[in-house]
């Protein structure tokens, strides 16, 4: 089984510029995924991005992209050129088919 | 539509009452998850399916929870005698069988204990 901590308090951050959001995990199993989803106010549970515990390139896609530090078992986000829109938690899970989720990073983006 | 989809959005229970909350997977996702969520707290696993099996049920929290997915696509979380504790939003994902794909995640039901 997984266990992700995220222990970062709330952030707010200037619209354009880049936020880095901290993840680390604890697992036994070998192979696994990585997970960031958004949860804006509305409630929904947005995928963003995924890392493969095998992958050694970090994963991007679009802004936002994925800080795989293996050995310290650390999996942080790095959101560039931050938008309005980005105003939202964001959930870091993981785990082999049952994933685990942290408590969530709260990001206010202020123009 | 092409989403998962969760009935209903909003449940209003008395203690003691039954609920019965369903969730409708994207078509020809294997895999099936059942979440938790108590308000400012990230998802806590309860349950996993793939297809009709239920692989792994460790997260449901006592004997009073019920999943079940009989044909393999629907599945139904019931809650036999609810308590305040059971309050939370419940959030059903499903995704194609594999670790590295995601999970597409429903709206959630928000279910609240009076």
């Known amino acids: 089984a997984q266990k992700i901590t995220q222990t970062q308090p709330g952030m707010f951050v200037q619209e354009k510029e880049a936020v880095t959001l901290d993840c680390t995990y604890d697992t036994s199993d070998q192979s696994y995924g990585l997970f960031w989803y958004k949860q804006p106010s509305s409630g929904e549970m947005i995928f963003l991005i995924y890392q493969g515990s095998y992958d050694e390139q970090n994963a991007t896609e679009g802004r936002y992209s994925l800080n795989f530090q293996k050995a310290r078992k650390s999996a942080n986000l790095v959101i560039s050129a931050s938008q309005l829109g980005d105003s939202a938690m964001y959930f ?16 206010v983006v202020i123009p | 539509g092409a989403g998962v989809s969760q009935s209903p959005r ?10 019965a909350l369903r969730c409708d997977p994207i078509s020809g996702h294997v895999s099936l998850f059942w979440y938790q969520q108590a308000l400012g707290q990230g998802p806590e696993f309860l349950t996993y399916f793939q297809n009709e099996a239920q692989l792994d049920k460790s997260g449901l929290p006592s004997d009073r929870f019920f999943a079940e997915r009989p044909e393999g696509s629907v599945s139904t979380l019931k809650i036999q005698r609810t308590q305040q504790e059971d309050s939370a939003v419940y959030l059903c994902a499903s995704s194609l069988v594999g670790r590295d794909t995601e999970a597409f995640f429903g709206q959630g039901t928000r279910l609240t204990v009076v």
């Open chain 1, 92 to 107: 870091c899970g993981g785990g082999n088919n049952r994933l685990a989720f942290g408590k969530g990073n709260q990001v």
């Open chain 2, 10 to 19: 909003y449940k209003v229970a008395k203690r003691g009452q039954d609920v």
